[in-house]
């Protein structure tokens, strides 16, 4: 395990000296697992964008190069707004009864009700989820609020990597037509 600081929002440069870890994890100062990825041997290193200033830990032996926060940004520009029920203060709402969604945007009202399985998230996805769910506040369609998200997430610091498996992994898109908008997701994340 290896330690390392960051004193506000940061990219890290990761470099295995010792064996490279099927899944790399980093967690926060709190013990909360703040990222990870699926790594192959040839992934001797890898750079990450943190979020926030914290006290972080590694499951690896590495070395950790602080640097300054690279921002990247999708290139391709959102669609004119459909609507604009954005809230300055939106005001957040736990459901333990919400069920097949980790959160939903009652845009009219300024709110957003979140779920159990919500609070079970690492930070970074549910950064992406509230994201998306402000994302709704613009338009009414899955891939608009999607594709806003993705610009916010990434503007903020976060890692596409996280994006991708909010988008895949926790907000479970199985249908044929939610797969070929994932796809794009991908391919504009990895063209950016």
Known sequence: MTAFTTYGKATIKVNFYSKIPDRFEIYDGAGNLYFWRNLTPSNT???VKIAKADTFTTNAECYIKVLPLEIVQIRVPLPPKEKDFFHKKFKFVYNPNLKGTPARNFYKKGIIEYSPEFLKLPFPIKVFIICHEIGHSYYHDEEKADLFA????????YNGTSALYSLTDVLNYDSNKNKLRIKRLYEILKNR
């Open 45 to 47: 290193s890898i750079k």
């Open 150 to 157: 993705c610009k916010l997430f990434l503007k903020l610091g």
